[in-house]
């Protein structure tokens, strides 16, 4: 059973920073693609960054494109999501996913299959 544990959310000001981290447990995903979604309360949960297996292949929301940074240590089975420039319009719950398939890059959610319990990201005008 893969265990998803999201860290490093908080509080910031507008054109601040944070460092997302999603550690895995349960099995080594360096053969997996992951990803990164956030939701809103009421509204659906959207995709932010994936990335593949080897970290060599990034795709991003063109809502984050240029600001934020995904990347992974598969040595240590953590993916990251670095946040630079953030605006209030980027508060969610950030939820990190991994992909049961191996060698695989997703955007959708439904694709994934295994998630994380989210953390809070608020920035604050």
């Known amino acids: 059973q893969v265990q998803l544990v999201e860290s490093g959310g908080g509080l910031v000001q507008a054109g601040g920073s944070l460092r997302l981290s999603c550690a895995a447990s349960?099995?080594?995903?360096?053969?997996?693609?992951m990803g990164w979604f956030r939701q809103v309360p009421g509204k659906e949960r959207e995709f932010v960054a994936a990335?593949?297996?080897?970290?060599?292949?990034?795709y991003y929301a063109d809502s984050v494109q240029g600001r934020f940074t995904i990347s992974r240590d598969n040595a240590k089975n953590t993916v990251y999501l670095q946040m630079d420039s953030l605006k209030p319009e980027d508060t969610a719950i950030y939820y990190c996913?991994?992909?049961?398939?191996?060698?695989?890059?997703?955007?959708?959610?439904?694709?994934?299959?295994?998630w994380g319990h989210g953390t809070q990201v608020t920035v604050s005008s």
């Open positions: 996913a991994a992909d049961a398939s191996r060698w695989s890059l997703r955007r959708t959610e439904r694709e994934y299959d295994y």
């Open positions: 349960g099995r080594t995903l360096s053969t997996n693609g």
């Open positions: 990335i593949s297996w080897s970290g060599g292949i990034k």
